[in-house]
């Protein structure tokens, strides 16, 4: 019989369409090899509504709480009086909370897996014997002093403080959890910087990509005009680093590339398109799609995916499903932060819009695309199989009677 496992995430893991989506669930798939699985997660998109029952019958127990986002957003404002940061308190719910405090008394999970600083206070306070691991992911706090720099007035106070009360958070985990792991080896490094007197066991653990999903081989019908150039972002369109990129390459980059390339298109391909992303759609070539069932043919088309990141921590999906693709993708720096491709050969690399511009330009003009685009399949090939990437959780997270 297998030994149970808790795993808490924000949201509900399936269908996984978007990062934390994807990731989590190859997670929980990986460790289900070895674990009954009880999961606790929150749902904020009605549109996920039809895939609970999938995601139940994966699950020896389920608390899958509905999460108004309109109402988690006005009553997170507690956190000001709490002291709690408002993204912890915007994912707060009593039923999940009783939920979690009833399998760690009468379950007794073997292991306590958390995905996401924000679901960290469900189990930080409760008495537990089982080793607790929290996937950070990303080192959130920087996120938020990213944002905070980037803004002034009222939002820049309410940024800072999300900042430091993410930090402290952040600072708890280090100490109080077993093992804390990260999407790469440079955001496991920049946490050890920021919490250097952490006693958690620091891992960066890779995202991969379904390969054989995302296989250029594939049978994709064109969803545009192919036989003019075509450019390609995908994500999810209320994530503000998503939004940036897009504004910035809309508004900056695609103006100089239609200077050479005057039909150039850019396609915004993802769901929750926030406002600034929709006016865009106002400008000539510009096309914002919302929510597609399928982003492959968009991709599959496309001159270049294009991951112009301003704002940007950890890995980048689209950067890897696109390569998986066979794709030439053009990226910012910290588009390809945590990915191992070679710039110039499996990706290109631009971090001002006069050179993102000429990357653009030269894949629709020249033949590099093709080669570019095999080599960055192959990159993906031999380094991003997920198995592989999730291999490095085995010495913590396996149990020792399925070691090898």
Same mark, same amino acid.
């Given at each position: 019989?297998?030994?149970?496992?808790?795993?808490?995430?924000?949201?509900?893991?399936?269908?996984?369409?978007?990062?934390?989506?994807?990731?989590?669930?190859?997670?929980?798939?990986?460790?289900?090899?070895?674990?009954?699985?009880?999961?606790?997660?929150?749902?904020?998109?009605?549109?996920?509504?039809?895939?609970?029952?999938?995601?139940?019958?994966?699950?020896?127990?389920?608390?899958?709480?509905?999460?108004?986002?309109?109402?988690?957003?006005?009553?997170?404002?507690?956190?000001?009086?709490?002291?709690?940061?408002?993204?912890?308190?915007?994912?707060?719910?009593?039923? @999940?909370?009783?939920?979690?405090?009833?399998?760690?008394?009468?379950?007794?999970?073997?292991?306590?897996?958390?995905?996401?600083?924000?679901?960290?206070?469900?189990?930080?306070?409760?008495?537990?014997?089982?080793? @607790?691991?929290?996937?950070?992911?990303?080192?959130?706090?920087?996120?938020?002093?990213?944002?905070?720099?980037?803004?002034?007035?009222?939002?820049?106070?309410?940024?800072?403080?999300?900042?430091?009360?993410?930090? /402290?958070?952040?600072?708890?985990?280090?100490?109080?959890?077993?093992?804390?792991?990260?999407?790469?080896?440079?955001?496991?490094?920049?946490?050890?910087? @920021?919490?250097?007197?952490?006693?958690?066991?620091?891992?960066?653990?890779?995202?991969?990509?379904?390969?054989?999903?995302?296989?250029?081989?594939?049978?994709?019908?064109?969803?545009?005009?192919?036989?003019?150039?075509?450019?390609?972002?995908?994500?999810?369109?209320?994530?503000?680093?998503?939004?940036?990129?897009?504004?910035?390459? /809309?508004?900056?980059?695609?103006?100089?590339?239609?200077?050479?390339?005057?039909?150039?298109?850019?396609?915004?391909?993802?769901?929750?398109?926030?406002?600034?992303?929709?006016?865009?759609?106002?400008?000539?070539?510009?096309?914002?799609?919302?929510?597609?069932?399928?982003?492959?043919?968009?991709?599959?088309?496309?001159?270049?995916?294009?991951?112009?990141?301003?704002?940007?921590?950890?890995?980048?999906?689209?950067?890897?499903?696109?390569?998986?693709?066979?794709?030439?993708?053009?990226?910012?720096?910290?588009?390809?932060?945590?990915?191992?491709?070679?710039?110039?050969?499996?990706?290109?690399?631009?971090?001002?819009?006069?050179?993102?511009?000429?990357?653009?330009?030269?894949?629709?003009?020249?033949?590099?695309?093709? /080669?570019?685009?095999?080599?960055?399949?192959?990159?993906?090939?031999?380094?991003?199989?997920?198995?592989?990437?999730?291999?490095?959780?085995?010495?913590?997270?396996?149990?020792?009677?399925?070691?090898?």
């Amino acid at each position: 019989m297998k030994p149970p496992l808790l795993f808490l995430i924000q949201r509900l893991p399936y269908p996984p369409t978007k990062g934390e989506k994807i990731r989590a669930l190859q997670i929980f798939m990986y460790l289900s090899q070895w674990y009954e699985m009880h999961l606790g997660c929150l749902l904020d998109d009605p549109a996920d509504a039809e895939h609970v029952d999938t995601m139940r019958a994966m699950c020896a127990s389920a608390h899958i709480a509905p999460l108004n986002r309109r109402v988690a957003t006005l009553l997170c404002l507690r956190g000001l009086l709490t002291g709690d940061a408002l993204s912890v308190a915007y994912f707060q719910d009593r039923g @999940l909370r009783r939920w979690v405090r009833d399998v760690m008394t009468r379950v007794k999970p073997a292991m306590v897996f958390v995905y996401s600083s924000n679901m960290a206070p469900y189990v930080l306070d409760l008495p537990r014997s089982a080793p @607790l691991a929290i996937d950070l992911v990303d080192v959130d706090s920087e996120k938020w002093r990213a944002y905070a720099d980037a803004l002034t007035g009222p939002k820049r106070w309410v940024f800072r403080r999300e900042w430091h009360k993410v930090a /402290a958070l952040e600072q708890r985990i280090g100490g109080e959890a077993d093992m804390a792991s990260f999407v790469s080896d440079a955001e496991a490094a920049l946490y050890e910087t @920021l919490v250097p007197n952490h006693t958690a066991t620091v891992l960066g653990v890779s995202n991969g990509v379904d390969h054989r999903y995302f296989d250029p081989v594939g049978s994709y019908a064109p969803v545009y005009d192919t036989a003019v150039p075509n450019y390609v972002f995908t994500g999810t369109m209320d994530y503000k680093p998503n939004a940036d990129a897009v504004v910035w390459f /809309a508004t900056e980059i695609l103006p100089i590339v239609r200077r050479t390339l005057p039909k150039a298109q850019f396609h915004i391909v993802g769901h929750s398109p926030n406002d600034a992303v929709l006016r865009l759609g106002q400008i000539d070539g510009v096309h914002v799609t919302g929510r597609v069932p399928d982003v492959r043919p968009y991709v599959a088309h496309a001159t270049a995916s294009v991951a112009p990141m301003r704002i940007a921590r950890g890995i980048q999906n689209k950067v890897l499903e696109a390569m998986s693709l066979g794709r030439p993708v053009v990226v910012t720096s910290g588009a390809l932060e945590g990915i191992d491709a070679v710039p110039g050969k499996e990706v290109l690399l631009a971090d001002d819009a006069d050179a993102f511009a000429a990357a653009c330009v030269a894949l629709a003009s020249g033949n590099s695309g093709p /080669a570019i685009g095999q080599a960055a399949r192959d990159c993906v090939l031999q380094r991003y199989d997920w198995s592989a990437c999730l291999s490095r959780y085995d010495a913590f997270l396996r149990p020792a009677e399925n070691q090898q």
